[in-house]
């Protein structure tokens, strides 16, 4: 799709070839081919907030006061400073103490590429907006998202497509029916006569427009929104001109983006402080996956969150909320990639009893383990990597061992010498593994990459990765086959960190069941760590959890995955500098993820952006 110089796609159906407003939704009981000048709003929001078609590719050049030039496949939208495929000298490090980071402000400030709502958001922000009309999952449609290291929001792979434009404009539209079915479920206001009708549409603009944008609309914003109200209230009337209101500002920038401009640098420094409406969007989309609340936006209207101690009252408050839990859910499904456990497939000849039940309780066992740690029971990232409980329900109590009635979850404990944390998680296990058989390279990647932020390149072009299923005729354990394999030039170099992980959970099968044998023979769990702050041997997947407990490197890394889901970045673009805070957080309060949490919010890094060199 080409985009022309000032033509953003977010408004691609409000503007025609000849820059104009194509009107109201063909499903209004008004001529489709109404024609009203809003062309030059979309040209004047353009310029205004400096935003131009490489900019919809979710680049900001890290600060927001433009795009910069961009070309080539993974350029647009990286505002990402620092090297190497995942950051990982940076994430691997506190940063506490370190001379490097005493920029000459003395603050840390982040990336902040232009960063459009994800999926969750947008849909949680629309149920917010209009609290008193229902919006069912049917009348909203959007693509899929474009995963990035896991994660759904990463501004860089947030490039629009013909399908997402089409979409916004059709829920745009969708939701606009809905809310004007009734105007006294989104007005304030009700106009007696035709002479009340225009002080009406200014207030719902001024009311409206600053809960969309989640900030107030400035003097031109108001007076172009104004006049596009009172023209098509002119010919079509007010029902109508609120109906269309509400789908352009469903479709604007302001709306579907979080555009952070404007500010001041101190003299001498690149560093501006976000604002506080800037500062209480990203504390309510990080830690509620929606809009700022009124406490919240209230703040923000009285310039009270430019001080830690604010923000860290405003975030310990939205913490207490049943929306913190699904916002920090959310976080831990992308990060332990919880999407591995949909549509589970074992085989029935190995697996008899595996089946749809099994399925659904293997994911909401792990997920719910998660949050009981997280929230619950421990609160640590220790008990994370070591606990020795699962929820358990019938269907899930042969592969632990234990004694279960009922299809009801219950938290249970379990034998400690054969489950640590959430890396035994039977779900888990069976999430990262095959149809047949276990998959140790899955397994050690998702260690490397997710605990340890050492992502392993591709396999190299060529190289055939694909093996024949094992069975008891193959007189192979999955380690035989796969040492057997992975002993060439070209593969050892990076199996040795993979498999010295992977290995580990030879205890565990493709069904996350517990086992000594495979095939009749006895499985090998010993394993190493190569190239990390915890080098060595172990034996098992209960040994490493323990060692991966004490991990600094596994510190720093769960810090940079926290901190850039919260800006919305590669962990390239995250150095120990601005995860310091964080990691002293996890230090100070003997590993507690919540206290991680609230060091975010507070940290120079989620407060701060950069001007444009």
Aim: proline share 6%.
């Amino acid at each position: 799709m080409q985009l022309g110089a000032a033509r953003l796609p977010t408004f691609s159906h409000f503007s025609d070839q000849a820059g104009r407003f194509r009107g109201p939704s063909p499903s209004l009981p008004v001529p489709t081919d109404v024609r009203v000048n809003l062309g030059s709003l979309t040209l004047a929001l353009a310029c205004f907030f400096g935003v131009v078609a490489p900019a919809c590719t979710g680049n900001l050049n890290g600060n927001g006061n433009g795009p910069q030039a961009t070309s080539g496949p993974g350029v647009a939208g990286n505002s990402a400073s620092g090297g190497g495929t995942d950051g990982m000298a940076a994430a691997g490090q506190s940063g506490v103490g370190n001379a490097a980071c005493a920029s000459p402000s003395g603050i840390a400030a982040g990336p902040a590429p232009l960063v459009r709502l994800s999926a969750i958001e947008y849909t949680n922000t629309l149920r917010d907006l209009f609290p008193k009309v229902t919006i069912s999952p049917g009348d909203l449609h959007l693509p899929a998202e474009v995963q990035s290291e896991g994660f759904l929001n990463t501004a860089e792979a947030q490039a629009p497509s013909a399908a997402l434009i089409e979409a916004l404009h059709d829920n745009a539209a969708a939701v606009a029916k809905l809310a004007t079915a009734d105007l006294s479920r989104v007005l304030s206001c009700s106009p007696a006569s035709p002479s009340d009708e225009a002080a009406c549409g200014s207030q719902f603009i001024a009311s409206f427009g600053k809960q969309a944008f989640r900030r107030p609309l400035n003097e031109e914003e108001s007076t172009r929104y104004a006049a596009f109200f009172e023209s098509v209230r002119t010919k079509w009337g007010f029902a109508v001109a609120i109906r269309s209101l509400i789908q352009a500002f469903l479709q604007t920038p302001a709306f579907l983006y979080r555009l952070e401009y404007g500010g001041t640098a101190a003299a001498g420094s690149q560093v501006v402080p976000l604002d506080g409406h800037q500062v209480a969007s990203r504390v309510a989309y990080l830690l509620t996956d929606t809009m700022p609340d009124a406490e919240l936006s209230a703040a923000a209207d009285a310039d009270a969150l430019a001080s830690p101690e604010a923000i860290e009252a405003q975030a310990r408050r939205l913490m207490q909320l049943d929306r913190a839990r699904q916002a920090v859910a959310s976080f831990h499904a992308q990060w332990l990639r919880f999407e591995k456990l949909d549509n589970l497939v074992k085989a029935s000849d190995l697996f008899p009893a595996f089946g749809p039940s099994m399925a659904s309780a293997l994911k909401e066992s792990t997920v719910r383990y998660v949050d009981r740690i997280f929230w619950d029971e421990g609160h640590t990232l220790r008990a994370l990597l070591t606990d020795n409980h699962a929820f358990v329900n019938a269907a899930l109590a042969p592969l632990y061992g234990v004694t279960a009635g009922g299809a009801d979850l219950a938290w249970t404990p379990v034998d400690a010498s054969q489950r640590s944390g959430i890396l035994t998680q039977a779900g888990l296990m069976a999430g990262l593994a095959h149809e047949r058989n276990d998959a140790p390279v899955l397994r050690g990647v998702f260690v490397l990459g997710r605990l340890l932020c050492q992502q392993p390149p591709p396999p190299l072009a060529g190289v055939n990765t694909s093996l024949p299923p094992l069975t008891a005729e193959s007189n192979q354990t999955t380690r035989e086959q796969l040492e057997a394999s992975h002993n060439t030039p070209q593969c050892a170099g990076c199996h040795n960190a993979i498999d010295g992980i992977g290995f580990a959970f030879e205890n565990y099968d493709a069904l996350g069941q517990w086992r000594t044998q495979q095939f009749g023979k006895p499985v090998d769990s010993s394993g190493a760590f190569v190239g990390t702050d915890i080098d060595g041997s172990f034996v098992g997947a209960v040994d490493m959890g323990k060692k991966l407990a004490e991990s600094k490197q596994v510190e720093g890394c769960l810090a940079a995955q926290w901190l850039g889901y919260a800006l919305a970045v590669r962990r390239a673009g995250i150095d120990a500098c601005m995860t310091a805070p964080l990691v002293k957080a996890l230090e100070d309060s003997n590993g507690d993820l919540r206290e991680m949490l609230v060091a975010l919010v507070k940290s120079d890094a989620f407060r701060h952006r950069l001007l444009a060199d």
